[in-house]
């Protein structure tokens, strides 16, 4: 076994995190910055952050991550960040040339209490930003939440480009939250479909899942523009997708420009893409166009024909708390039965979510917040699951328990496709479907007796 | 094609100034020194500046210290808990990404790993206020009352040394109170040193000071040997172990791959120390030789040539005719299936050329695999090498020891009273040296390199980019980060950190597998598919041909 | 075993065909006709060829499909079945009012000599068919070629509507040839986003993925129009995608109307697809959109990307010739060695073709036009493969043999997803990637020893 | 919502009405006549025209003649090489589509199996123009050679008569020829008769005449039936063994689910056939009895009732007070896993609604499970059924025979010499009778069913669509073509051919597999979906309420 030293018998942790399903801040910041065009994200800390952050997101996207970092020495860790920033201001723009540098912080600058605000400043003053370059900065302290909360403040940071003109720009604001390049190219199709004129920030499609043409591009034609990222001041509201991803941003938005905002879940299976949809229809006084009518339609039809291989299937589901809550959504409303929930972001508010939405449940529910593999892993050894949903470290779990695996989340370390193929919206629902049940179908395969082998499904 | 022609209208010294010409002076000048077009004079190569801070803002490959430390060096060991005491990420990026292999062999499917797990006390902020200290205490009895592993190794991550937590102190007390359990601490901030290098240093001290020697039980064996400095990636240790099986050689320890506590513990019985990667071990080589005298030569693997020198230099170094004639005879059984590969690939390999920068030996043993393919080393460098890995231990006394280096502990040892022993006398060892056999010797990277060759340390993406733009090598090798900026340009990339998920690539059976790869990569067809047919041939003609 | 009694001795077969890789030509003429808007097949016959036909289609479909019957008794059988067809036509107009009907014969009707022009004729005269209703008919003998077949001499009977009005259209007639709904979808969204104005003919798009709504529609929205269809006459020319499926029906439209024509492979993988734009491009002298390029490019960075896991790898392949042929040319193209492949369609040029693809590759290749499934599974007893691609059926020896199986053409009764997500064209290649990528994976996954057991791949 | 509030509008007369107004004249008045509204009274019920011609152009449900002989009877038997002569479409369509299950059990994974191969003479357009039997004739010895099979079966398809391929005659040479296989043929051309039902017939006498009979060897076991017109679907045959092994009961052989030629050979040796499926079996069964003395009774074991009320009836027969005791043990044993799924279940399903159109016995006994449910049939009738199956045998002597049916072959069959023996005396049978045992009887489908029940015979795609939307039926019966359309109209539709991929739905478990099934069905949220928010409350409100 490859977790053969993991007991059955659950004893409470206090102090030890044993296969965490989270990560820290800087990574999730490093990605949403990655979804602003023509920007370099920056790493206020030792080298070793930066790089292991840039791994990381090259091994999920296959793709190559730029970033800096002010590689901090132990002197720079005794005296303090500033000349090392300073500096590598300096070097990005007379090296790189980007349109905006991201800065976000880590446990050690936040530890000694490097004052990005101010750094900033003294560097614009000494000439270290170019004229009409743009820095922004992200306070994403490592021992705080998790790679999601890292996130969340990075693209909280961009809204302080946001500059209202005084006009109103007719648009929508929209928050995807943490999705792949491929959902966000699919929510401006949703919403073009509608018809709704929308800014989308973060949007890493047009990034992260470029073409090979023998050009390395360091700044790719894709994600939201400066431009676009002062209008979102004029927007005539800001649709937040995920409470953990998005809301503290479209909150800001409205906190400091009256830009009015909703909080929705992320847009993943049908009811959800519903609320979504809804929302566009109502904010724009628009009617549901037959193409996404139709689309919702065919969602319908493959839950309908596919209802009796999902019936009270059980499920385990590890990921981050918004996209986990919409998934959790979308199993009970087809019937699946999602037993074993969690993220290991904390957040009480995600257990009381995921309570409401199992409520009706015909089994009990294990949930946990700020939880781990390990202790998802002993819940399943006390009741086995005929699914698991989970990045890629849940592969070590399901070939130990011989559960077929569905890979969703991030990071997925080991497979293709999650860059190019959605999973929100309807289609991304159909895509979805279509995975559950070939986990489900490919297992009834190879397990039923030769009795029992069918031919139609 | 063969790269020569498309060299043609460049010289190392354009190219240089090419790389550095964008960059402001300071960085320029500083480049500059990283920036050696290699003389390959017998009497030596012209200085390199190396093992330097890395330029803040200037998109480099390097790791930090942990990464050195936790990832590297201790990364490989089995039945050891790994427990990162810090914030979450330093432990998650270092959970399973290296590819280190191990096998819990003998013992079976119940024999002890935890390599597949990831050990934490995701630190949270009242810790940081507050101490950490209480916590890691917890976490090193939760995990010793989970798992009664025989050791717990316990890494800092850059905020524990910002706010004191004294983890030495903190395990020293846990190792009393488990009393069957061995723990030790690592300081292993990633603010220390410059690169991973801080980090094997700092791995090599402990290990050395609270494992070897640990185990007294004499260990079995004719000839007793150690590898050091080989990780098992994609497993190059399993290749290496089987031949060494084949010669009847014993490899009491591996540092680290596929290692246990135990190995450890009696790697001090060890009549050899075989040195691969001299970068990240040669301290541990130096204090086994200083406490218990066992002699270190260097060795290389890579490579089938390399691999049948180093086998020889061994059996000469225990002078045992049984040893030297298995060794010739193990030779003479593995060569021909590694020549019939060379002989099928080489016409397809030959002439053209590779690129390589990596750790701090890799790039020079991987130099022996593409010399077997006939390809042409046009371009080299490490990522956390010292100026010995580069110009040789030679010059070891004149390196200047910097701020960085010099907060790096340096661990005195002296000769144990009771286990000292010099395995050979200085008169063995001088008739050996005098039959070329070199002791603690490592001539570094450059002399095996041609004239002109551009020698660049710690690259960084920007110089990576602009030297294949330039050389247009038809190989590229390096790590993960790199991978895909280089593909995008065309050239084919392969990963030599971790193989991306090829190997293993040492011994004999390493070389076949590790020709064929390149023989998918510099010959993959892949690379064509880059322009649509209408951009080879874009004007329109108004009239389709129809049938 | 399932197949236990399949030996691994190949003995040669003159007349028992085992476990046949191809149906009859009705079903292709029915699948073919449900590509008109308001269209009804009718199966001129005994009344199981229909019955056969529509279980099949919807099997694979999990949707309605309508189709009509002459319901032959032995009467019809010895005195023909003119007066059972005219009373089905007064009957389907009058009950189900179609827009059309398209009749195809069966190996029935065809011994027994019924002829359908004749019989349209009289029914025409006696008023049987509606003013302003079509009908069209293709001789489809059972006897001749496979479903294959049937399809092409129905999209054939369809160009027997074309009526030239003088002026041209401006249009390109694309014969998509047997492939999905999704599929015919994707070639109207890639000629859409070319700029090029396009008739497709046939079009199950819109009639075989239709919404679950509470209403059913007996002719959904979807379908080429009779008007599009007369004007196929008036366009600039014709692209048939695919020897076997469309060539025919193009080169008609050549003959009677002088639209000149020319026969492309099915644009799945990237050379296919290549062409296929490429022809576009020329025709409409029109540039390619950055849009398109993209798309391109992905495909080509996945290759390059997952180059190391295709590479050698075998594969046995069995479909109709023009999947298969395109296909065979995209897997030679990533470096994996199709070694077996088989089509039930007889046809010498395809062997022929197969082997001119094929011809570079390091191993042998086993190529059999008229072959069957008995055979693919003893040449795969002889030579392992470490994939087999294949309809529903192959799954009787995947499982025998333990060979991951991708689902791919005609039937798929087993699975979902195949008339949502298209495999035409570059994203289509991605999806098929995908699908190969995993199939190798999961089985590297399951198989490696716990000290190979990869995290990253 | 129960279906009376929804009826409320309706009473059958209008919708018969409904269902036939849009038919031209002929259409109508035929439709008319298969059409019945019953009035279940004791003495009988209205007449109902059925087993006539499907109406040209009409969209119907049934199949061929082929389908009835080749599908449903000969498709079950497992070491029967079934050769399909003609085109290759019929033999492909018929190839593991049909769920019949089957297990090789003793033999194990040597057992001769060939319900997974697909076996066809492929004919072309030359065999039409020369004729086949050359070709059938190598094709029989082909598969001779390869598989050595102790049976094969050959099936004409719509062309062999047509173009007089003698399919008998070769059969019998190759049977001689052969030896050690018993080969025979099937003339079950897809335009015989008007339905499945015709080829139900001639693979009766076909089996009957080639099979039944040939093995004398004593077949061991205290109460042998025969159980007729079963055929696996799903496990159904499983379960129903399972039963029967529980009560001591030897079944010697399934017509034809799960079985074996032997079990055909050795048909003759039972003392009692239970017939489930009267349509298709019947005449076997009554040739049993005329030949070699065998009653025969109407079973049901669909629906765990019915099932200990089935085998009540056959204890009876052998008024064996052992076995009596043992069937009531077993039924006391089963009933109360059964009645507990009913009691959690019912609450959930009672008072809804159900409409069945399938097969020729299956609306029937499904009409058992339903009510078990509580759930009422509002509409049921049969896809290729008799008026027998419809009113009761009682009428069979008043059936016309029309041109189509009398082109059916009749055999006619004696009792033979020596092996004619009557189980009962007819004064036994008299007794029983008595006791209420009936013999060679079915009441059919019409009394069971309330007064005013629609009973629509080959019902067609057009009427099975008003007729769902016009009483709006909680659940739907039929086969797989009409699946989706019912579906579209939000309605769940049940397949009772395949059972979807469900089942077994026969005896206790089953029955319990049926409530469950039934329960997800009718309660499915699924149905909930169809319309979007926007579409329940579509008015627009220009202002959004934000946070």
């Known amino acids: 076994m490859l977790l053969r030293h993991t007991p059955k018998e659950i004893s409470e942790r206090k102090a030890l995190t044993i296969n965490p399903a989270k990560t820290c801040q800087p990574i999730g910041a490093m990605y949403a910055a990655l979804g602003i065009h023509g920007c370099l994200p920056h790493s206020h800390g030792s080298q070793g952050c930066c790089a292991y952050h840039r791994s990381t997101l090259t091994r999920h996207y296959k793709e190559p991550i730029s970033a800096a970092t002010s590689s901090f020495t132990e002197g720079a860790s005794v005296f ?48 270290k930003i170019p004229e009409g370059k743009e820095v922004i900065g992200a306070s994403t302290p490592s021992y705080v939440g998790s790679h999601v909360t890292g996130f969340s ?38 919403t073009k479909l509608m018809g709704v004129g929308t800014i989308l920030f973060p949007d890493t499609s047009g990034v992260l899942n470029s073409p090979l043409t023998g050009e390395y591009k360091m700044f790719p034609a894709g994600g939201t523009t400066v431009a676009e990222l002062k209008s979102t001041a004029d927007s005539m509201g800001t649709l937040a997708l995920g409470e953990w991803c998005s809301a503290d941003a479209a909150r800001q938005l409205d906190k400091k420009h009256k830009v009015p905002c909703k ?15 809804e929302a566009l229809r109502t904010i724009a006084g628009v009617n549901v166009p037959d193409e996404i009518m139709t689309e919702r339609g065919q969602l319908v039809d493959l839950i309908s024909d596919m209802h009796q291989y999902f019936f009270h299937k059980k499920v385990a589901l590890v990921g981050d708390p918004d996209q986990v809550i919409a998934m959790t959504e979308f199993l009970v409303s087809i019937d699946m039965c999602p037993v074993h929930i969690v993220t290991g972001t904390p957040g009480k508010k995600f257990e009381k979510r995921i309570r ?55 990071p997925i370390l080991d497979r293709q496709g999650h860059q190019y193929f959605p999973t929100v919206g309807y289609k991304g629902g159909l895509r979805l479907l279509e995975k559950i049940l070939s986990a489900i179908m490919d297992r009834k395969d190879r397990d039923d007796p030769e009795t029992k082998f069918e031919l139609v499904l | 094609m063969g790269a020569a022609e498309k060299l043609v209208q460049w010289n190392p010294t354009d190219i240089k100034a090419e790389l550095i010409k964008k960059y402001p002076p ?18 030596g190569t012209p200085e390199i500046t190396a093992n330097v801070r890395t330029i803040p803002g200037i998109i480099t490959m390097r790791g930090c210290t942990y990464a050195g430390c936790k990832g590297v060096i201790m990364g490989p060991t ?20 290296r590819r280190n292999q191990t096998d819990p062999g003998p013992e079976g499917p119940d024999g002890e790993n935890f390599m597949n797990y990831c050990f934490s006390t995701d630190m949270q902020d009242q810790d940081i206020i507050f101490g950490g200290e209480k916590k890691l205490e917890q976490a090193i009895q939760e995990a010793y009352d989970l798992f009664h592993p025989k050791s717990i190794a316990v890494f800092a991550t850059c905020p524990v040394g910002l706010i004191g937590d004294d983890i030495h102190t903190i395990s020293k007390q846990m190792k009393e109170k488990l009393g069957d359990c061995n723990v030790y601490a690592f300081s292993c901030e990633g603010y220390k040193g410059v690169s991973q290098s801080a980090g094997h240093h700092i791995a090599n001290n402990q290990v050395f000071r609270h494992i070897v020697g640990e185990n007294d039980e004499p260990v079995e064996g004719k000839y007793k040997i150690n590898l050091l400095g080989e990780y098992n990636i994609g497993g190059d240790g399993f290749e290496i172990d089987r031949v060494f099986k084949k010669c009847g050689i014993t490899n009491i320890s591996t540092f680290s791959g596929n290692s246990t506590y135990e190995q450890f513990a009696t790697a001090h019985q060890a009549d050899l120390n075989a040195v691969m990667c ?63 590969a060379a002989t099928e690939i080489l016409p397809r390999t030959g002439g053209k050329t590779a690129m390589m920068f990596v750790g701090g030996s890799r790039a020079h043993h991987y130099k022996e695999l593409f010399d077997e393919l006939g390809m042409k080393t046009i371009s080299a460098g490490y990522e956390f090498g010292h100026r010995d890995d580069y110009e040789g231990r030679r010059v070891l006394p004149h390196i200047k020891v910097d701020a960085d280096s010099r907060n790096i502990e340096e661990i005195v040892v002296e000769a144990d009273e009771t286990r000292f022993s010099p395995r050979k006398t200085e008169a063995e060892l001088k008739a050996l040296e005098d039959d070329g056999l070199k002791f603690k010797d490592y001539e570094g990277l450059a002399p095996d390199l041609e004239e002109g060759t551009l020698i660049i340390d710690d690259l960084n993406q920007y110089e990576a980019e602009k030297l294949v733009e330039l050389m247009k090598p038809d190989i590229f090798c390096a790590g993960i980060k790199e991978k895909f900026s280089i593909q995008k340009l065309g050239v084919p990339m392969k990963q030599l950190h971790s193989y991306d998920s090829g190997g293993p690539y040492a011994g004999f059976k390493g070389a076949i597998n590790f020709y064929k790869e390149i023989d998918r990569l510099v010959n993959s067809r892949v690379w064509s598919y880059m322009k649509a047919p209408w951009q080879e041939n874009p004007q329109l003609s108004g009239t389709y041909v129809w049938e």
Chains 1, 3 share one sequence.
Request: aromatic share 8%; glycine share 6%; with cysteine.
């Open chain 2, 26 to 43: 300071k960085v320029a000048r500083k480049r500059a020194k990283q920036i050696m077009i290699n003389e390959a004079l017998e009497n």
């Open chain 1, 80 to 127: 303090g960040g500033q000349a090392n920033l300073t500096q590598a201001f300096n070097n990005i723009f007379t090296v790189y040339n980007p349109e905006i540098v991201a800065v976000h912080t880590t446990c050690l600058s936040e530890t000694i209490g490097d004052d990005l605000p101010q750094i900033r400043k003294k560097a614009i003053k000494e000439g």
């Open chain 1, 263 to 277: 909080v929705l879940d992320m847009p993943f299976g049908l009811k959800a893409t519903d609320r979504f949809i």
């Open chain 1, 153 to 190: 403040n990075m693209v909280k940071a961009m809204t302080d480009l946001a500059e209202p003109t005084g006009t109103k720009n007719g648009k929508v604001n929209i928050i995807p939250g943490w999705v792949e390049p491929c959902d966000m190219e699919e929510l401006k199709r949703l």
């Open chain 2, 278 to 340: 001299h970068r990240s071990i040669n301290y541990v080589a130096d204090m086994l030789e200083t406490k218990f005298g066992i002699p270190w030569i260097k060795v290389n693997f890579i490579g089938a040539e390399a691999t049948a020198k180093s086998l020889r230099k061994i059996a000469a170094y225990f002078e045992d005719q049984e040893l030297i004639d298995t060794v010739e005879a193990v030779i003479a059984e593995e060569m021909p299936d590694v020549e019939a």
């Open chain 2, 78 to 97: 089995r039945d050891i808990v790994n427990l990162v005491h810090g914030p979450i990420g330093c432990s998650f990026y270092a959970w399973l990404t």
């Open chain 1, 356 to 410: 409401e939405i199992t409520a009706d449940m015909p089994f009990e529910v294990n949930v946990k917040a700020k939880g781990d593999f390990f202790l998802l892993h002993q819940w399943m050894k006390n009741e086995p699951v005929d699914l698991l949903i989970s990045n890629t470290y849940g592969k070590y779990i399901a070939r130990d328990e011989d559960v077929p695996l569905i890979r969703w989340g991030f």
